[in-house]
């Protein structure tokens, strides 16, 4: 089914910002992969000539027009230490874009996005798909122990039920009239104190019955996350769609070595990550608490 949609990119690095809790910004001139990007979709990036395994990570945006493609990141291994070193102009191989991506589910009227740290770029390429879509209303809650990657100015748009206290968003998303807010358990100021999927409940919780019917919930972020996601949705019998992550070596399906169970039809059965998904139906997920997940792709 992906044949024909990933390619091999030479791409320029035409920014490179560097974040507090070393995380990075980076854009990438990458016209063929820019045109064939989907949220939740991802790139197998190689972080320097030198090193033979690559890093898979999510798309934040994607400009067609102008061929580019935005990537966030945070520094967690020697993958990433490289990666961080390389300056604008440097050519680096990607491949992309890959994955099965969000797909906005069929007649929900609104979209709770969750995203918790390095998962929070495909919430914003989702949201950005998702404003153009005039049907649908959206709120964002993003998630962070660390200071985010941008300016965290109060918002003008309000939200109710949220604790008046919680008024911080990101920049991006208040332009394009997207209402969003952002949690931390870390102190952050003008952050909803606490977990991110605590603030998306009391954003649930504050919208009436009829209203609560009308939302799907989409997720992004370390596994407790996520499946924290899913309990919610649950509890209010709702869709839930969420990106996984997984170590990768090939990260094109043949290596089988980013599986996952889910439940199917037929029982349960092993899923790639990286070709399969990243996306999959969060309440057919088997969430294994004694096997250890990857917090942050690396």
């Known amino acids: 089914m ?24 980076l854009r990438l001139h990458a016209p063929r992969i820019a045109a064939k990007a989907e949220p939740g979709s991802f790139v197998h990036l190689r972080c320097d000539p030198l090193l033979p395994m690559r890093r898979p990570m999510s798309l934040m945006r994607a400009d067609p027009d102008g061929g580019w493609v935005d990537l966030l990141y945070k520094e967690v291994g020697h993958g990433t230490r490289q990666l961080a070193g390389q300056p604008p102009g440097t050519h680096l191989s990607v491949i992309g874009p890959i994955g099965r991506p969000f797909e906005a589910v069929a007649g929900r009227a609104r979209a709770l996005l969750i995203g918790g740290g390095v998962g929070i770029p495909p919430m ?46 990101m920049p991006l998303l208040e332009r394009w009239g997207i209402a969003a807010r952002l949690a931390s358990g870390a102190g952050l100021p003008g952050c909803h104190h606490g977990h991110v999927t605590d603030l998306a409940k009391t954003w649930l919780d504050a919208l009436d019955k009829d209203a609560r019917a009308e939302v799907a919930v989409y997720a992004c972020g370390p596994v407790p996350m996520l499946e924290a996601s899913v309990d919610l949705a649950r509890a209010h019998a709702l869709p839930c769609l969420v990106s996984l992550e997984e170590y990768m070596a090939c990260a094109v399906g043949g290596c089988a070595g980013c599986t996952v169970r889910v439940r199917t039809a037929g029982g349960r059965a092993m899923k790639r990550v990286c070709v399969d998904g990243p996306v999959f139906d969060g309440h057919t997920v088997v969430f294994d608490p004694s096997t250890p997940k990857p917090a942050e792709l690396c």
């Open 124 to 169: 914003v390429f989702l949201a950005d798909r998702l404003r153009r879509d005039p049907s649908v209303s959206t709120f964002v809650a993003m998630g962070s122990e660390v200071p985010f990657p941008f300016e965290t100015p109060a918002s003008d748009i309000p939200v109710p039920g949220v604790d008046g206290g919680a008024t911080a968003t």
């Open 2 to 25: 992906h044949r024909g949609t990933i390619f091999v990119e030479d791409c320029e690095i035409l920014a490179h910002e560097a974040h507090p809790a070393g995380q990075w910004r």
